[in-house]
Structure formats: structure tokens, C-alpha cells
């Protein structure tokens, strides 16, 4: 299974930037998907997370700002943010809590993404 995400990149203050995650491989179902971010210096934190159910959970550093969605047929999970400040800069990475399936069995796993930049000027 691999988790490829896209949309990274330079943006002023106050711009938006639309982040996406495809996973693909053996999938046999994905549950929950999530963004996490992680800035220079500091531990990598949760952004916003969405269930299967399409029940969502942000940060409150992020709420009314980000929205958090997903693409159950695409395998896929979106992150648009808004108004952006300099403090979202960090590299987002994408994460997907699966089943997959190996040898006609299943087995629950967790994958991460390699991580896109964002990058916020001033």
C-alpha cells in the first residue's frame, strides 16, 4: 500500500492551498484517514482526522480555517486550507488506518505518506 499526497507549495498569507492523499494497493477497506504537520523544531501533530462515517476531528488550531474530506471511491482524502498564516508552515503528511489484504487474509495497518511542504510567507 502506498499513501501519495500532493497539492504542497508557496503561499502568501491569507491564500488557500488544497492538499490531497491517494492511497493504493491492496486495500481491502480503509477506515479512518487524517493529516498530520509537522514544523522545523517541533513533533509532529494531528491536523484533522476523518472516520469512515465521515465524522471529522481537527485541531483547534485549524478549525473554521481547514476541512477535512474524503473520496471513499478514489481511495482518497482532502485537507483545503484556508486563510493560512505562517505558523502552517510544516510538511503534511497523510495517514491511513487500513485493512489490507495479504494471501487472501486481511490484516490492520497503519501508512503514512512521505509528506508534501507548505510553505507560508509572510
Known amino acids: 500500500v502506498q499513501l501519495v499526497e500532493s497539492g504542497g507549495g508557496l503561499v502568501q498569507t491569507g491564500g488557500s492551498l488544497r492538499l490531497s492523499c491517494a492511497a493504493s494497493?491492496?486495500?481491502?477497506?480503509?477506515?479512518?484517514m487524517g493529516w498530520y504537520r509537522q514544523a522545523p523544531g517541533k513533533q509532529r501533530e494531528l491536523v484533522a482526522a476523518?472516520?469512515?462515517?465521515?465524522?471529522?476531528n481537527y485541531a483547534d488550531s485549524v478549525k473554521g480555517r481547514f476541512t477535512i474530506s474524503r473520496d471513499n471511491a478514489k481511495n482518497t482524502v482532502y485537507l483545503q486550507m484556508n486563510s493560512l498564516s505562517p505558523e502552517d508552515t510544516a510538511v503534511y503528511y497523510c495517514?491511513?488506518?487500513?485493512?489490507?489484504?495479504?494471501?487472501?487474509?486481511?490484516?490492520?495497518?497503519?501508512?503514512w505518506g512521505k509528506g508534501t511542504l507548505v510553505t507560508v510567507s509572510a
Open positions: 495517514n491511513a488506518d487500513l485493512r489490507e489484504t495479504v494471501g487472501g487474509l486481511w490484516r490492520a495497518m497503519t501508512y
Open positions: 494497493g491492496s486495500i481491502f477497506r480503509i477506515n479512518a
Open positions: 476523518i472516520t469512515s462515517g465521515d465524522s471529522t
